[in-house]
Structure formats: structure tokens, C-alpha cells
């Protein structure tokens, strides 16, 4: 499958501060890339829809000005969490779609588990 | 009524049995449908796509798929102890996004 890589994998940060995670696509170019939040013992939940060269698009109750994306190229979309708080603790993970044999499929990055004391 | 469902399990099987996976979704407009593997505190692995009705095999796993009974299955045949996972449906939905259900735990047991 594709490989898609995040950076960093950890992150412990102050509440107040911002912490900029990277997500690249290795050996594919990604228009679209996707990026989950996933708290503990519980599903995946789609917070927006990256899209390179245009605005992002979010999910219903997700704050577009705390949580800033940005898809410069067709390999990097970053998500920045601006002014962490406590409660913002969470496993991110990135995605992006790609072509498969048949129709397309989701490929995620391996994840940043971010600490906000 | 959840859109995508699945039971949270645990579902435990002894080594070298078959593990069945259920899950049923809500919109019947679907196309895509995925099944991805997560280990404990790692990101979700795709296992098996499957978009037309019937049955895929790949290796151990085969998907199926009933859109009239909007109902996808995942078995494992000769189930290991590695395959002790979180097993996550997915059915992608208009604008290419992926919805989840909550994921079913496996225990293989030795």
C-alpha cells in the first residue's frame, strides 16, 4: 500500500502553546489528504478534509480556527492545534486516498500522540 | 441508529479458528467499504477493500459484502495470535470520507 509518514510521532507540550504535526505522502502525490482525531477506546473521527492548493474543509463542531490546516504540495498537509488545552490530548493520524485495483483506498500515516499538560 | 455499526466485542477464538466479523451501515447510497486492522495504541492498517457485492478472499481474509442487507463481514481463517486486534469497518461516504464504526476487539487465544 502507500505510504504515508507523520511527524512527530509524540508530542508533550504546555497548555496555551501551538504544535505543528506534518503529514507526507512518500511515493504518491495526494490532491486530498484526511485527518482523524482518535481518544481512547474509541473510533476514528474525521475532523477535515485537506485539499492542496485550496481551504480545508472540516467536520461538523470542529473549531477551523483552533485546528489550522495547510496543503501546500501534493506530498505535505500540516495540522496545527493552536493554544492547546488539556482536553485536546488525542491521537492524530492523516490519511490520504489513493487508487487502488478497483476504486480507491484510504492509507494512514502512522500517527502523532499529543500530551497537552 | 449509528451509521456504521459493529459489535465491540471481545470476540475470543482459539488459534486456528475462524473469526467472524460483522458490521451494517445506514446509508444505502455506499459504494466503498473497508476493513482495517489497529493495533493497540497504532494507526489503523487497511486489510480488505471490497465494492461489489459478494465475497473477497485475500490470504486468510475474506470480506463480504450485501448492500440489500447493507451488511459487510469479515472472516479469518487459521486465526494467529498476531491477528489479536481492534478490526475497524469503514463505508465511505459522499465527498470520499470514511466513516468508522466503533471497531471489534479479537482475542486469538494459544
Known amino acids: 500500500g502507500a505510504v504515508v509518514s507523520q511527524h512527530p510521532s509524540r508530542v508533550i507540550c504546555k497548555s496555551g502553546t501551538s504544535v505543528k504535526i506534518e503529514c507526507r505522502s512518500l511515493d504518491f502525490q495526494a490532491t486530498t489528504m484526511f485527518w482523524y482525531r482518535q481518544f481512547p477506546k474509541q473510533s476514528l473521527m474525521l475532523m477535515a478534509t485537506?485539499?492542496?492548493?485550496?481551504?480545508?474543509?472540516?467536520e461538523q463542531g470542529v473549531e477551523k480556527d483552533k485546528f489550522l490546516i495547510n496543503h501546500a504540495s501534493l506530498t505535505l498537509s500540516t495540522l496545527t492545534v493552536t493554544s492547546a488545552h488539556p482536553e485536546d490530548s488525542s491521537f492524530y493520524i492523516c490519511s490520504a486516498r489513493v487508487p487502488g485495483l478497483v476504486g480507491y483506498e484510504q492509507f494512514f500515516g502512522p500517527g502523532t500522540r499529543l500530551t497537552v499538560l | 441508529q449509528k451509521e456504521v455499526e459493529q459489535n465491540s466485542g471481545p470476540l475470543s477464538v482459539p488459534e486456528g479458528a475462524i473469526a467472524s466479523l460483522n458490521c451494517t451501515y445506514s446509508?444505502?447510497?455506499?459504494?466503498?467499504f473497508f476493513w482495517y486492522r489497529q493495533y493497540s495504541g497504532k494507526s489503523p492498517e487497511l486489510i480488505m477493500s471490497?465494492?461489489?457485492?459478494g465475497d473477497k478472499e485475500d490470504g486468510r481474509f475474506t470480506a463480504q459484502l450485501n448492500k440489500a442487507s447493507q451488511y459487510v463481514s469479515l472472516l479469518i481463517r487459521d486465526s494467529q495470535p498476531s491477528d489479536s486486534a481492534t478490526y475497524l469497518c469503514a463505508v465511505e461516504r459522499a465527498g470520499n470520507k470514511l466513516t468508522f464504526g466503533g471497531g471489534t476487539r479479537v482475542l486469538v487465544k494459544p
Open positions: 446509508d444505502r447510497g455506499s459504494q466503498s
Open positions: 485537506s485539499n492542496e492548493g485550496s481551504k480545508a474543509t472540516y
Open positions: 471490497i465494492y461489489s457485492n
